[in-house]
C-alpha cells in the first residue's frame, strides 16, 4: 500500500510540474498550428481533410494529429482547446513513460532509489522547454513524444527476454505504425528503432532478423497505406508541404547545424545527463539491459539529429524538432545517476535535484521562451478572422495571405496560401535558388494569385500592411493592374479584443466592392477609405465606417457614367452632408445632404466626400447612386 501511495505521489507531481511549466508557455500558439486545425474543422464540417472546400490539397504533415484534434473537437469544444488538450496528453503520457520504465527497468535497487531515479528523469523532460512550451503549442509534438516513448517501453522487455516471440512486438509495431502518421518524417525515427533493435539483438542471428522484419511490418503497412490514400485522395506521392520546403544545399546543411547548436546551451541538463547515461551504459557490458536499452535509444538519436541538419533544422521556436531527442535520451538519465551511487538514493536526490533545478532555471531564461511568448500575433488574429469572416464570410470572398494560420482558421473564408503550403500550384514554383533562402517562405507567383481573383489581400502579418514583404506579394504589388483594382483599408476587429488591420480590398467586385447596374452603383462604407485614419468596424451586424466633425471618409476616382444621379447616404444619422468633386480639377459637382440630385454631362472620375456637422457623429454603411429620369 505504502509503495502504490509513493507511486501515485510521483506521478501526481509529475502531471502537477508539467501542467505549471506548460502553463508559463501558454500565450505561444504556432501559427501552422491554425492550418492543422483548419483540416480539423473542414472534417467536422464534412468537406473533408481539406484546406478549401473542393480543393484537394495536402498542406499538413500530421494526420494523425489532425484526426485527433477532429475527435475531441467534435464533443464540442474549441479546436485550439481541443488540440492543447491533446497535447498535455501526450507529453504526459510521455513523461509516464519514462517514469515507469525507469523505476521497474532498476533490477536490484531497492524501492526508495527506483522511486527517486524515475521521477528524476521523467522531471529532468518536463522541466525542460521544448517538452513544457509544446504541450500547448498546437501541434504534434506531444504525440511523436507519446508514440515514441511508449514505442521504446514496450521494446525494452523484448530485449530483456532471451527468445522473445512475435506476440511481445505487436504492441511496439502498432505504436511505431501510428507514429508514422502522427509526422511524415517521423518514418525515419520508426526505421531507426527497428534497426535499433536489430543491432541490439543481432546476436540470435536469422531469428533476430526475423523478428526485426516483423516489427518493421507495422510502421511499413501504415506508411503504405498513408501513400495509397495521398495518391487516391490528393493525386500526389509527395505532401504538399515537402514540396514548399524541403531542399537540399549546403545553406540548408550550415542552417541545420547551427539549429542543432544553438540549442545545446538552453538544453545542457538533459542532454549531459543522457550522454553520460549512454556512456556509461555502453562501457558496461556486464549490464546486457542498460548496453541494450542504450543501443535501442542511440540509433534513433544519430538519426534524427543527422537527418534535423540535412533539411535545415526549425522556423518554429521552443527548438521543436528536439523533442523526440529529448524523449530518447530520458530513458538514459538512471545510467548516469547510477555513476553517482549504484545503491544510494541520497547522492541521486542531490544530483537529481541539481540536475532538474538547472534545466528549469535555464528553460526560464531561455531566448526562445521570451521569443514564442512575446509574440502574440497568432492569437491576435482572431480579431481579424472573426470580423472578415462575420462581414465577408455569407459573401464567398476569397482571401489571399501570406500566414496561412490565425486569419484563415478563425474567418474559415476560402483563402489562397500565398506561401504555397496550403496551395498546389505555388508549391511546384521552385526558382533556381529555392533552398537559400528563409526555410518555408521563398516561394510565391504573384500573376497566379492575381489571376485567381481574390477579395481580400493580406500582406506579411495577420494585421496586414501597405507593402509586401514575400515573393507572391512583390510579385503581386508590381502589376499594374493591382493598383488600379485593389484599395487599402483599414479595419478593426473587437472579438476578443482589439485588433487593427491593413487589408487591400478589390474595389470592383460582385461579392463584396462596388457594384454595379443598369439602375446604378452601390459602394460599401468601407471603400470610403481616402482617408489613411478611417477606420472600418462593425456596427451592430454590419460594416462601418464612422464619421465625425474631426474625421470625415472620402473614395477618390469613382467612375460615374453621364447622366442624372440620386446619391443616398446609408448611415445612422440623416444629418452627413455629401460633397462630390471631379478628380483633377477639383471642380464642385454637388454638395448637400442625403438623397442628393446631381448631372453629369459627360462620364467623369468623381471624388466622394462624406463629413458630420460639428458635435455630432455617424456610422456610414454604403453609398448607393441611383439613375434617374
Known amino acids: 500500500m505504502k509503495r502504490n501511495r509513493v507511486r501515485i505521489a510521483a506521478v501526481v507531481v509529475v502531471l502537477g510540474v508539467l501542467f505549471v511549466h506548460a502553463w508559463s508557455y501558454r500565450s505561444f500558439l504556432a501559427d501552422d498550428a491554425l492550418i492543422s486545425l483548419r483540416y480539423s474543422k473542414q472534417l467536422l464540417a464534412g468537406q473533408g481533410l481539406v484546406w478549401n472546400p473542393g480543393e484537394r490539397v495536402e498542406g499538413y504533415t500530421n494526420v494523425l494529429w489532425v484526426l485527433c484534434t477532429a475527435l475531441v473537437g467534435g464533443l464540442g469544444i474549441d479546436l485550439v482547446l481541443a488540440a492543447r488538450i491533446v497535447g498535455f496528453l501526450g507529453m504526459a503520457a510521455a513523461a509516464l513513460a519514462v517514469n515507469r520504465v525507469v523505476a521497474r527497468g532498476l533490477a536490484g535497487e531497492s524501492e526508495s532509489s527506483r522511486t527517486v531515479t524515475g521521477l528524476a528523469a521523467a522531471l529532468l523532460l518536463v522541466v525542460s522547454g521544448p517538452i513544457a512550451g509544446w504541450t500547448f503549442g498546437g501541434l504534434e509534438p506531444p504525440l511523436v513524444a507519446a508514440l515514441l516513448a511508449g514505442a521504446v517501453a514496450a521494446l525494452l522487455p523484448a530485449l530483456a527476454h532471451p527468445a522473445p516471440g512475435r506476440r511481445?512486438?505487436?504492441?511496439?509495431?502498432?505504436?511505431?505504425?501510428?507514429?508514422?502518421?502522427?509526422?511524415?518524417?517521423?518514418?525515419?525515427?520508426?526505421?531507426?528503432?527497428?534497426?535499433?533493435?536489430?543491432?541490439?539483438?543481432?546476436?540470435?542471428?536469422?531469428?533476430?532478423?526475423?523478428?526485426?522484419?516483423?516489427?518493421?511490418i507495422y510502421p511499413a503497412v501504415f506508411t503504405v497505406a498513408q501513400l495509397a490514400f495521398r495518391r487516391a485522395y490528393y493525386g500526389e506521392w509527395l505532401p504538399n508541404t515537402a514540396r514548399a520546403r524541403v531542399a537540399f544545399t549546403p545553406e540548408r546543411l550550415a542552417n541545420g547545424a547551427r539549429y542543432m547548436w544553438d540549442a545545446v546551451p538552453d538544453l545542457g541538463p538533459i542532454l549531459a545527463a543522457g550522454i553520460a547515461g549512454l556512456v556509461v551504459a555502453l562501457r558496461r557490458p556486464s549490464d546486457s539491459e542498460a548496453r541494450s536499452r542504450a543501443l535501442l535509444v542511440l540509433v534513433p538519436v544519430v538519426l534524427w539529429c543527422a537527418y534535423v541538419v540535412v533539411v535545415g533544422g526549425d522556423t518554429l521556436h521552443l527548438h521543436r524538432f528536439f523533442v523526440p531527442v529529448l524523449v530518447l535520451v530520458a530513458f538514459m538519465v538512471p545510467d548516469a545517476l547510477a555513476a553517482v551511487g549504484r545503491h544510494g538514493w541520497k547522492p541521486r536526490v542531490a544530483v537529481g535535484a541539481l540536475l532538474v533545478v538547472a534545466q528549469l532555471v535555464?528553460?526560464?531564461?531561455?531566448?526562445?521562451?521570451?521569443?514564442?511568448?512575446?509574440?502574440?500575433?497568432?492569437?491576435?488574429?482572431?480579431?481579424?478572422?472573426?470580423l472578415l469572416g462575420h462581414a465577408f464570410g455569407p459573401s464567398g470572398a476569397l482571401l489571399a495571405i501570406d500566414p496561412a494560420g490565425g486569419v484563415p482558421f478563425w474567418s474559415e473564408l476560402p483563402t489562397i496560401d500565398m506561401l504555397g503550403l496550403c496551395d498546389a500550384h505555388i508549391a511546384k514554383q521552385r526558382p533556381a535558388e529555392f533552398g537559400r533562402g528563409w526555410l518555408g517562405h521563398e516561394l510565391g507567383d504573384g500573376r497566379y494569385v492575381f489571376e485567381r481573383q481574390p477579395d481580400l489581400v493580406l500582406f506579411c502579418s495577420p494585421f496586414g500592411s501597405d507593402k509586401p514583404c514575400l515573393k507572391s506579394g512583390l510579385e503581386l504589388f508590381a502589376l499594374p493592374e493591382f493598383e488600379r483594382d485593389f484599395a487599402l483599408v483599414q479595419f478593426e476587429g473587437c472579438e476578443p479584443d482589439t485588433q487593427r488591420a491593413r487589408v487591400w480590398v478589390r474595389r470592383e467586385s460582385e461579392r463584396i466592392g462596388i457594384r454595379r447596374s443598369a439602375g446604378g452603383i452601390a459602394i460599401p462604407g468601407y471603400l470610403l477609405n481616402g482617408n489613411r485614419e478611417t477606420v472600418a468596424r462593425l456596427a451592430g451586424d454590419r460594416l462601418a465606417v464612422t464619421v465625425d466633425a474631426r474625421t470625415s471618409?472620402?473614395?477618390?476616382?469613382?467612375?460615374?457614367?453621364?447622366?442624372?444621379?440620386?446619391?443616398?447616404?446609408?448611415?445612422?444619422?440623416?444629418?452627413?452632408?455629401?460633397?462630390?468633386?471631379?478628380?483633377?480639377?477639383?471642380?464642385?459637382?454637388?454638395?448637400?445632404?442625403?438623397?442628393?440630385?446631381?448631372?453629369?454631362?459627360?462620364?467623369?472620375?468623381?471624388?466622394?466626400?462624406?463629413?458630420?456637422?460639428?458635435?455630432?457623429?455617424?456610422?456610414?454603411?454604403?453609398?448607393?447612386?441611383?439613375?434617374?429620369?
Do not use: M
Open 168 to 216: 511481445a512486438l505487436w504492441p511496439a509495431g502498432l505504436l511505431l505504425g501510428l507514429l508514422c502518421w502522427t509526422r511524415a518524417d517521423a518514418g525515419l525515427l520508426a526505421a531507426a528503432l527497428v534497426a535499433g533493435f536489430a543491432l541490439v539483438r543481432r546476436a540470435n542471428g536469422r531469428r533476430a532478423l526475423c523478428l526485426s522484419a516483423f516489427l518493421a
Open 362 to 386: 535555464l528553460s526560464l531564461a531561455d531566448r526562445e521562451k521570451a521569443r514564442a511568448t512575446s509574440e502574440l500575433w497568432v492569437l491576435q488574429s482572431e480579431s481579424i478572422g472573426r
Open 553 to 629: 471618409a472620402w473614395i477618390d476616382a469613382l467612375a460615374i457614367p453621364a447622366g442624372r444621379w440620386n446619391l443616398e447616404i446609408d448611415a445612422s444619422s440623416p444629418d452627413l452632408r455629401a460633397a462630390l468633386r471631379r478628380r483633377g480639377d477639383g471642380t464642385l459637382v454637388a454638395t448637400g445632404r442625403s438623397d442628393l440630385d446631381f448631372v453629369l454631362e459627360a462620364p467623369a472620375e468623381v471624388g466622394v466626400a462624406i463629413v458630420a456637422p460639428a458635435g455630432s457623429a455617424a456610422h456610414v454603411y454604403a453609398l448607393r447612386l441611383a439613375r434617374t429620369p
